[in-house]
């Protein structure tokens, strides 16, 4: 169950949130460091 949930979550981060992956991470704000934590930890619990 838990791994469905973030599957689905993981189709939901690729349609709304923006793609982070061009950018230099030393220049990004904080809300977009908060997006791309949440759209890694999510990712990494979808795979395990």
Do not use: C, E, H
Not at 10 to 24: A, F, H, Q
């Amino acid at each position: 169950m838990k791994k469905g949930l973030f599957k689905i979550l993981v189709k939901i981060n690729k349609t709304l949130l923006p793609s982070l992956y061009k950018k230099d991470p030393n220049k990004l704000t904080t809300f977009q460091k908060a997006i791309l934590g949440f759209r890694y930890w999510v990712l990494t619990n979808a795979l395990d």
